[in-house]
């Protein structure tokens, strides 16, 4: 039916607001988007949701979600107690480990909003899930990078000092072979400089396999 305007009428033709919802959850993929009743049973699934954690509507639906936890967290009361802050609070965030159906664990960054009636009566959460296992592994992967740096920056340092300790121990003692006349005492005197010289060698060989620019 088409108004004064021309225009087609949403109320009469178009899907009701509701199926648009629905419509929209079902095309998502890259979360999982599901209701659960107040007592935190699973009472819709969405493709996203099969993706991520691997089940299918029939398999899911009209179980718990605590399914999705640790055994660990279960025994904590960590999925009661984010279905009560967000009935508290209206909604809950929580990140961590979640478990898909093959038993496999996938980091999640999680949203419980608290779905309430016009007289404010709670029926149910709205609960979105995204997998972010990715994006924490690259981010822990850059930390242990950086934390590598780090040593490596500190061990070049620490290399240098030690080579201008022993640099100098070799000046002191070349500088004292003109007092000493004992020609078995020059000997050892001469074998110890050499030795020191061997050794700043090495470190100064260790220190450009690391990186030309420390030094």
Known sequence: MLTNSGHQSLASESPSLEDERLL?????????IFMLLPDGVIATWNPGGERIKGYAAAEIIGRHFSVFFLSDDVAAGKPQALLDRARRD?????????????????WADVLVTALVDDLGELYGFAKLTRDETERRDAEEQSRVLER????????????????????????????????????????????AISELDETVREIRVSLFASGPETL
């Open 24 to 32: 929209l959850v079902e095309g998502v993929r890259e979360y999982a």
């Open 90 to 106: 209206g909604q809950a965030r929580d990140q961590g480990w979640r478990l898909r159906k093959d038993g496999t664990r996938f």
């Open 148 to 191: 590598l740096a780090e040593r490596q920056e500190l061990s070049s340092s620490l290399q240098l000092q030690v080579i201008k300790r022993i640099f100098g121990a070799g000046l002191t003692l070349d500088s004292a072979l003109t007092l000493v006349h004992d020609p078995a005492a020059r000997d050892r005197i001469e074998a």
